[in-house]
């Protein structure tokens, strides 16, 4: 069916979270993080142009394919070559030229031309492939904002959870090659087209754009016996050793491609993890905890997920859960929020 609205104020959080859709993003972060643990990534799957400082523009300093990864299965291997099929129509849609203070307009047309028919070899289930095209397009940004954010990162989970649940994914490193490919494709996206981080906390968060790779970067390093000491990956050699393999230090190379001036002042939460945390363990579990608090439970980022088959707005019963009414022509009233940046007076 086609996902409907259902967080629409503050008051809808607690619904959200006895949901089944919280328990199936639940689940399905765990398969992903525990497919991810002590996983280097292959060769040659991550792109280093899309973290690596240039003088020229971030598309013609671009290869024109995503490099190829190891060997996947039938279905991962449809969902890399969707992703490879986008990254082609970026090649086909350049950025409008002239400046611009906020995201390039040539992002709606790339977004107006998204084809992902390919999905219906996934599913026989007209309801199912509904929901497949719909998480997946939400995961790409914003064609009205021209943004991207950690809610758009959360629709792509959705979208994996919805195979795996399907049995149409193995429950191995594959996954972490798929969400490598994908934060290939956005970061591209972010770069060309300037895509501005979506409810940006700026100091106060974790990072303007991801919060899932770095789980998965931090899952990456457990339970490995080769991993760098937590103090240290803030050091350009740390960084230039591992951030074609880890996820967590290649987020970290690409907030320093877009991001200048000191890193403790513009990244301070991730500068504080690297100076007072010495287990990669505990920093798996409290990114685990801040995702629930940052993403999971702020009302700026849930308002826009959506709610269907896959992911049912029912308890685990099966009885639908009470949902506020939309303000179609006003704004709803106050969501409330603990986060500092959204108290001050302005």
Known sequence: MKPVKKINDGGDLNAFKRSLAFKYIHATISVVVEASKAIDLP???????????????????????????????????????VIQDLWNLIDATPPVEGPRRFGNYAYKTWYSNIDLSKLSRLSNDPEILEELQYYLSASFGSPIRLDYGTGHELSFIAFIGILLRLNK?????????????????????????????????????????????????????????????????????VIDEYKMKNLYINGLAFIRRIKTGPFNEHSPILYDIHKSVSLWKKVLSGLLKMYDVEVLGKFPVVQHFYFGKCYPWTDMNGNELPSSPQFIDGAPPSIGTAAPWAQSKR
């Not at 770095?214 to 050699?237: E, K, M, R």
Request: glycine share 6%.
């Open 43 to 81: 060769p040659k799957t991550l792109n280093d142009t899309l973290i690596t400082k240039s003088n020229t523009s971030s598309t013609t300093n671009l290869p024109p394919k995503l490099q190829q990864p190891i060997d996947v299965s039938p279905n991962g291997q449809l969902v890399i070559d």
């Open 169 to 237: 994914l193995p429950q191995n490193q594959e996954l972490l090659v798929i969400f490598a490919k994908y934060f290939d494709l956005v970061r591209r996206l972010i770069i060309d087209y300037s895509l501005e981080p979506a409810g940006s906390h700026g100091v106060w968060g974790l990072d303007d754009h991801f919060h899932f790779i770095y789980i998965l970067g931090a899952a990456q390093f457990n339970d490995s016996t080769f991993y760098p000491p937590i103090s240290s990956c803030l050091q350009q050699g």
